[in-house]
């Protein structure tokens, strides 16, 4: 069974607007880890941000928020005042803490347009 | 930058030879984990190494290894390459495997063509 479920492919969105980037995931294990991954064409993996199952408020880095709604296991990225530089395939991933590997949804390709 | 290198960047090899990628960890970090990106795909665990034993592995079969050194640098060895272990392989370590917000910092990658 899949569990990171990104269910957008793609997103074109205008420069300066907010994007929300959708990740639901699926787990039995009480503690887990979220993260968010940036992967510009140049292959690297940029960690973005972390949410912890049992943190009590949204994590927050900059420009990029987590909206944690843990009764929906759903994980969405907010990137406000968006820049051409986000242009880039965005990850979701989960790691629970029974367990030491990362899985990784398929990703959404964002496009910043001028 | 994240102070993971991977080499080499690039490589091309052919059906059957057999390909060694390696891996420099950020500093102080012990543990390091392996991934295969297949195109247009996420990133699939292959393995994990913590103080140089194997701790970990993804669905991925024997011909796949890898070894850890005792100053945490690391390679990923691949046997009998097959078309489709053509992919994007990242390396990505992490301070310690023992705690809860255990962030994983990844190198660039290095994309292997086999033909």
């Known amino acids: 069974a899949q569990k990171i479920t990104q269910t957008q492919p793609g997103m074109f969105v205008q420069e300066k607007e907010a994007v929300t980037l959708d990740c639901t995931y699926d787990t039995s294990d009480p503690s887990y880890g979220l993260f968010w991954y940036k992967q510009p064409s140049s292959g690297e993996m940029i960690f973005l941000i972390y949410?912890?199952?049992?943190?009590?408020q949204n994590a927050t880095e900059g420009r990029y928020s987590l909206n944690f709604q843990k009764a929906r296991k759903s994980a969405n990225l907010v990137i406000s005042a968006s820049q051409l530089g986000d242009s880039a395939m965005y990850f979701c991933?989960?790691?629970?803490?029974?367990?030491?590997?990362?899985?990784f949804g398929k990703g959404t390709r964002l496009h910043i347009l001028p | 930058e994240t102070g993971v290198t991977q080499s080499p960047t690039h490589l091309i090899k052919t059906r059957g030879q057999q390909v060694t990628l390696r891996c420099s960890s950020q500093?102080?970090?012990?543990?390091v984990s392996w991934y295969q990106q297949a195109l247009g795909q996420g990133p699939q665990f292959i393995f994990q190494y913590y103080r140089e034993e194997e701790n970990g592995r993804g669905n991925f079969p024997p011909r796949f290894s890898g070894l850890q050194f005792p100053n945490y640098s690391s390679e990923l060895n691949v046997n009998a390459l097959e078309l489709d272990d053509s992919a994007l392989y990242l390396c990505?370590?992490?301070?310690?495997?023992?705690?809860?917000?255990?962030?994983?910092?990844f190198g660039a990658g290095t994309r292997l063509s086999v033909l």
């Open positions: 991933a989960m790691r629970e803490n029974r367990d030491d590997k990362i899985i």
């Open positions: 949410q912890g199952s049992y943190d009590q």
């Open positions: 990505a370590s992490s301070l310690d495997r023992e705690r809860v917000k255990n962030i994983q910092y």
């Open positions: 500093s102080g970090h012990n543990t």
